[in-house]
T-cell receptor, first 116, second 114 residues
Framework: AQKVTQAQTEISVVEKEDVTLDCVYE???????LFWYKQPPSGELVFLIR??????QNEISGRYSWNFQKSTSSFNFTITASQVVDSAVYFC?????????????FGTGTRLKVLA | DTGVSQNPRHKITKRGQNVTFRCDPI?????LYWYRQTLGQGPEFLTY????????KSRLLSDRFSAERPKGSFSTLEIQRTEQGDSAMYLC????????????FGPGTRLLVL
């Protein structure tokens, strides 16, 4: 069975601190994708990053960076120098082959509060 | 590219009433997905369309739920005889078949059943 675990329910940091959001996944599929989405209070899920199972290179995009480690089945997300606008719920998702498309399995989310 | 849109954004209804939600995907996307998200949880898959064909339905989708995508463009999700347990955010997403399978989400419809 596939599963995504985000053990951190809520994290509070002070602006300009660095913060890492953890994601651990389970799947027996050899081909899969991992995603991070941001959900602000408005409700829309905003796509942040996609990695495929064959690409373990870490990625940096501005203040965001992602660390993918297949050996530990983890795909962690770090925000450097956090800002108040980063406050949101962040979801990690696993995407696996399913009936001609890919099925998303989401974690329960981590609520990030960045305090001014 | 105007993104995925959903209407209405909010719906309050009384138990037993029928409700219908609409989703307009990104114009060139041929795949459309419906999800349900309850408080404190991640979205859960409900159903998926490729063009006008409904290819998969979750066990979460009881017989009171029906979804259509008649011309392979917009989609509707209807809930008949609503129950308080149906209160949730209903999210729509779309993707294009390129092998990437990144799904782009709409703003959701928040349903409250009284």
């Amino acid at each position: 069975a596939q599963k995504v675990t985000q053990a951190q329910t809520e994290i509070s940091v002070v602006e300009k601190e660095d913060v890492t959001l953890d994601c651990v996944y389970e799947t027996r599929d050899t081909t899969y994708y991992l995603f991070w989405y941001k959900q602000p209070p408005s409700g829309e899920l905003v796509f942040l990053i996609r990695r495929n199972s064959f690409d373990e290179q870490n990625e940096i995009s501005g203040r965001y960076s992602w660390n993918f480690q297949k050996s530990t089945s983890s795909f962690n997300f770090t925000i450097t120098a956090s800002q108040v606008v980063d406050s949101a719920v962040y979801f990690c998702a696993l995407s696996v082959p399913f009936s001609g498309t890919y099925k998303y399995i989401f974690g329960t989310g981590t609520r990030l509060k960045v305090l001014a | 590219d105007t993104g995925v849109s959903q209407n209405p954004r909010h719906k309050i209804t009384k138990r037993g009433q029928n409700v219908t939600f609409r989703c307009d995907p990104i114009s060139e996307h041929n795949r459309l997905y419906w999800y349900r998200q309850t408080l404190g949880q991640g979205p859960e898959f409900l159903t998926y369309f490729q063009n006008e064909a409904q290819l998969e339905k979750s066990r979460l989708l009881s017989d009171r739920f029906s979804a259509e995508r008649p011309k392979g463009s917009f989609s509707t999700l209807e809930i008949q005889r609503t129950e308080q347990g149906d209160s949730a955010m209903y999210l729509c997403a779309s993707s294009i078949r390129t092998g990437e399978e990144t799904q782009y989400f709409g703003p959701g419809t928040r349903l409250l059943v009284l």
